[in-house]
């Protein structure tokens, strides 16, 4: 499919974006407050998501970074989750909050959750900027989310599509209409 010629409908404004995270970001920052907080973002689909984010954190804060398989070029889970590069800081003692772009099956989030708990942090959280639930393999409910949207493939603001497009500053969806 070429989006370029599709039509493409805004999901979530760079303003809708904005003013989510402001909220979340004082709430994280009153849960946190007076904890160890350290945010894994999982990359590559969370490095906007989590760039502003933690900008509105208002507490002292570590961040890492980890990466695991996505859903490469097309639109569908392989439904097997890999790591790619694990995090590179010790995490034993801190109240980790993982950091991604979207739960879909949950298979992703559920395998990092389980292998970050093997390395004795404090806790384990996860917040994500959106959540499909309608399309939940695994029982995992985010801690903290920005969107909950419904079943459709969205880009944008970190998500790819064939790996272009994450540059994009809002989420849309393509719709099958040509421009
Ligand atoms: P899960 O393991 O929950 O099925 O999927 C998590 C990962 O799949 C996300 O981090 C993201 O990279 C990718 N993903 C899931 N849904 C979408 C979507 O609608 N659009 C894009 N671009 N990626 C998605």
Known sequence: MDIEKKKWEVLCSEEDIANRLKQLGQQISEDYKGKNLMVISLLKGSFIFTADLVRNITIPVKIGFMTTSSYGHGKET????????????????????????????????????DHLKTKNPA??????????????????????????????????????????????PYVFVVTDEDR
Request: net charge negative; hydrophobic share 40%; aromatic share 10%.
């Open 78 to 113: 392989s439904g097997v989750v890999s790591m790619l590069a694990d995090v590179t800081d010790d995490i034993k003692g801190y109240d980790v909050l993982v950091v991604d772009d979207i739960t879909d099956s949950g298979l992703t989030m559920k395998y990092v959750l």
């Open 123 to 168: 806790s384990v959280k996860s917040c994500v900027l959106l959540d499909k639930p309608s399309r939940r393999k695994v029982e995992l409910v985010p801690d903290y989310v920005g969107f909950t949207i419904e079943d459709k493939f969205v880009v944008g603001y970190g998500l790819n599509y064939g790996d272009y497009y994450r540059n994009v």
